[in-house]
């Protein structure tokens, strides 16, 4: 493949074509598509995708710490993502942003095994907080929170059991205020 064009035809009397380009280390250079489009793709020196231009749309950048996890997506709209993550490569957060005004974005929390225990959305202040149970009979509980100032404007509880890991999904609220909702489900 080395330097080589590959094309792939299929649907004959129909110009579904792609064209395919390669460098040495056999990483994708571009990408013809059937209606002329292209995609071009640049790497760094430890062959990580650092750009991919499409002749339609334009550039997307793409960045890397050390471990080469993705910390940045650059996008020609403007709008930037941000990723970070703990010692073990765990995502921390995740920043959708047009400049510096926030779109979207989470932080996330973990426990010691690993299992994701929070997540605080960045646009409404609302943090979920979760737990689980044994591997046989796993309990979920989700709660919901959000503050103004010091004060709780919202508290949400609720519980999702899953009898031995493939059970029968049962929703049942607390006793919480501001729970309301009891789902059952067929075994699936």
């Known amino acids: 493949l080395i330097g080589t064009t590959t094309r792939y035809t299929f649907l004959p009397g129909f110009n579904f074509q792609n064209g395919y380009t390669y460098d040495a280390a056999s990483n994708r250079?571009?990408?013809?598509?059937?209606?002329?489009?292209?995609?071009?793709?640049?790497?760094?020196?430890?062959?990580?995708?650092?750009?991919?231009?499409?002749?339609?749309?334009?550039q997307f950048g793409f960045g890397y710490?050390?471990?080469?996890?993705?910390?940045?997506?650059?996008?020609?709209?403007g709008i930037n993502t941000n990723?970070?993550?703990?010692?073990?490569?765990?995502?921390?957060?995740?920043?959708?942003?047009?400049?510096?005004?926030?779109?979207d974005g989470a932080s996330y929390g973990y426990d010691f095994a690993g299992n994701r225990t929070s997540k605080t959305n960045y646009l409404n202040g609302i943090t979920e907080g979760y737990t689980?149970?044994?591997?046989?009979?796993r309990a979920f509980?989700?709660?919901r929170t959000q503050y103004s100032g010091r004060a709780c404007t919202l508290r949400r509880t609720c519980?999702?059991?899953?009898?031995?890991?493939?059970?029968?999904?049962?929703?049942?609220?607390?006793?919480s205020p501001g729970v309301d909702?009891?789902?059952?489900?067929?075994r699936w």
């Open 159 to 175: 519980f999702l059991l899953v009898s031995g890991g493939r059970g029968f999904p049962l929703l049942v609220p607390s006793s």
């Open 132 to 137: 689980s149970g044994n591997s046989s009979h």
């Open 65 to 77: 710490d050390a471990l080469s996890r993705r910390t940045q997506l650059t996008r020609p709209n």
């Open 29 to 58: 250079t571009s990408l013809t598509a059937p209606d002329g489009s292209t995609n071009t793709y640049n790497y760094d020196t430890l062959n990580r995708l650092a750009t991919l231009t499409n002749s339609l749309t334009g």
């Open 181 to 186: 909702r009891r789902f059952n489900h067929k």
């Open 83 to 103: 990723y970070s993550y703990d010692s073990v490569s765990r995502l921390l957060s995740v920043l959708h942003q047009a400049g510096s005004t926030t779109l």
């Open 141 to 143: 509980v989700l709660v």
